[in-house]
Nanobody, 119 residues
Framework: QVQLVESGGGLVQPGGSLRLSCAAS????????VGWYRQAPGQQRELVATITSGDWRNYADSVKGRFTISRDNAKNTVYLQMNSLKPEDTAVYYCNAAPPAVLARDGYWGQGTQVTVSS
């Protein structure tokens, strides 16, 4: 059984930082493309960042220079370090894992963790 369990969300003031974690089980984690997506109320789910098995990273333009994705294959965990947070970063953040050549939407999803940026 595949499980992706996110943690680290919460309430933070504008300009603050948060670190999200996603622990995976039931997959050969090191072979998967893993990433983070987010969904704000009334909006579609969107890409935040992904990282391949070869550590190639892709970021949404809106988070470049502020967010950093990383992975620890020994711990089957992917991280998202979020700095200089803005109110528009408020959303539910979802972890995703997909094998190579499989679309993210057809991969595995976590349950989501809420990130709220507000003063």
């Amino acid at each position: 059984q595949v499980q992706l369990v996110e943690s680290g969300g919460g309430l933070v003031q504008p300009g603050g930082s948060l670190r999200l974690s996603c622990a995976a089980s039931g997959i050969i984690f090191r072979l998967y493309v893993v990433g983070w997506y987010r969904q704000a109320p009334g909006q579609q789910r969107e890409l935040v960042a992904t990282i391949t098995s070869g550590d190639w990273r892709n970021y949404a333009d809106s988070v470049k220079g502020r967010f950093t994705i990383s992975r620890d294959n020994a711990k089957n965990t992917v991280y998202l370090q979020m700095n200089s947070l803005k109110p528009e970063d408020t959303a539910v953040y979802y972890c995703n894992a997909a094998p190579p050549a499989v679309l993210a939407r057809d991969g595995y999803w976590g349950q989501g963790t809420q990130v709220t940026v507000s003063s």
